[in-house]
């Protein structure tokens, strides 16, 4: 049985309990939360890894995406970014590999990390289709079913399947006069087999035997917004809109077979309009866990849209957002390195810290006061040890010189804390 369908029978699984104690919450919120598919918990039943509870009166979590490309192949380093992604707090790891040994790196991050493990399955079937016949449009409908369900035999956990383009919402991306058009990868895998072939998304018209497939293993879906804008001047036009709108649909179908689902958002989007489109996700796809990349709120910062994506983050966390996809300073650029991958992480635990501490969520908060004891106390190690990067603040306070170490070189002896606290002895 599935997580919900467990939940919906009222039973407690080893999962549900290790996050209700561990978030400390209310078991039985916990369990309703499932079975309303406000709580997603991906566990693939072949996979048994540390739980991970996505959703509603939860904590905010992050996601790491790594993987290799055809122009940059190495196993090892992705193995490695994936567990420094997990090491400096990645609650989830994406594997989006498109290079010729993808089924290895697959396997090879599966092995290494003991957090929910998540693919874009359309990758496989494009790449295995361009190795073949030299085109991604080339792929079939059977090799899109095919790399889903062996993924979901190897253990993947959660996926993301852009079941939401049709060819209705490809012709009003057409004419909607939008600058970037469709950035997302897999969207665009599909968007050009639909138009080449004159066929509607199979993962659409054959959404019942995808959700068999992910019921079966219990994989979590990712409904993929194949659609989400790739610039600001893209953001919350009709095309997204009406994604999203079909996806909602998506979940109530999802919902019927005992398949948990969460929907992915933007990409690219102003400030102010962050707020609204996760309070209308919410809305429409009836409170199921909101999955965002960034979003990325300004596009002029190219090496920095890691800080971008962390302000927008932050952002649609405080109104709604449950998961958020870090960002790198690679962006846009390069595949990141492990550095790049480290920032992005701290980068995104500030976003969602940031906005878990304005919700009151108990463990944020329990979380600042502590720093702000160490702080007053002058506890630099507990400082070191709470903070969401155990090295950097480390390595500042070693330029201190020597004599100046029990206090902070910025204010030296003129610290307030310091200069109040004598003056209370």
Request: overall charge negative; charged content about 25%; glycine content about 8%.
């Amino acid at each position: 049985m599935t997580q919900m369908e467990e939940a919906r029978k009222g039973n407690i699984t080893p999962e549900m309990e290790e996050i209700a104690r561990r978030e400390n919450v209310d078991i039985q919120m916990l369990i309703r939360c499932v079975a309303d598919g406000r709580i997603v918990i991906p566990s693939n039943v072949n996979r048994k890894s540390s739980p991970c509870g996505i959703g509603e009166n939860l904590s905010t979590k992050i996601n790491a995406n790594v993987g290799s490309s055809s122009r940059m192949e190495d196993i090892e380093q992705e193995v490695e970014k994936a567990m420094a992604a997990v090491e400096y707090g990645a609650d989830a790891v994406m594997d989006l590999s498109t290079g010729p040994l993808l089924a290895e790196v697959r396997k090879e991050i599966l092995r290494a990390v003991d957090v929910p493990v998540g693919t874009v399955p359309i990758y496989e079937a494009g790449v295995g289709s361009f190795a073949s016949t030299g085109s991604v449009v080339d792929m079939d409908e059977d090799d899109m079913f095919r790399a889903i369900e062996k993924q979901a035999r190897e253990g993947v956990d959660f996926m993301t399947i852009h079941s939401g383009i049709t060819l209705d919402v490809i012709e009003k991306v057409r004419k909607s006069g939008r600058i970037m058009g469709i950035v997302s990868r897999g969207g665009a895998f599909l968007a050009s087999w639909m138009m080449h072939n004159q066929q509607e998304n199979p993962l659409h018209s054959n959404y019942e035997y995808l959700l068999e497939i992910a019921y079966e293993y219990d994989v979590t879906l990712s409904l993929g917004d194949g659609l989400r804008p790739g610039c600001l001047a893209d953001a919350s036009d009709i095309p997204q809109l009406q994604e999203l709108l079909t996806l909602a649909e998506l979940v109530e179908r999802a919902r019927e077979m005992d398949v948990q689902c969460m929907v992915e958002g933007p990409g690219h989007m102003p400030l102010d309009q962050i707020a609204a489109n996760m309070k209308i996700q919410k809305s429409v796809c009836r409170g199921a866990p909101f999955y965002v990349l960034g979003p990325i709120v300004t596009d002029m910062a190219p090496g920095y849209d890691h800080i971008s994506s962390a302000i927008g983050g932050a952002v649609a966390a405080m109104n709604g957002a449950d998961f958020l996809c870090y960002v790198t300073p690679a962006e846009h650029l390069s595949i990141p390195s492990v550095e790049d991958v480290i920032e992005g992480v701290v980068a995104s635990r500030i976003a969602a810290q940031a906005a878990d501490a304005a919700k009151k969520i108990p463990g944020a908060w329990k979380s600042e006061i502590k720093m702000a004891n160490a702080r007053k106390s002058f506890d630099w190690d507990k400082q070191f040890s709470l903070a969401f990067d155990h090295r950097k603040p480390a390595d500042y306070r070693m330029q201190c010189p020597v004599e100046d170490r029990d206090m902070c070189s910025m204010c030296g002896e003129y610290c307030a804390l310091r200069i109040l606290r004598d003056s209370d002895e």
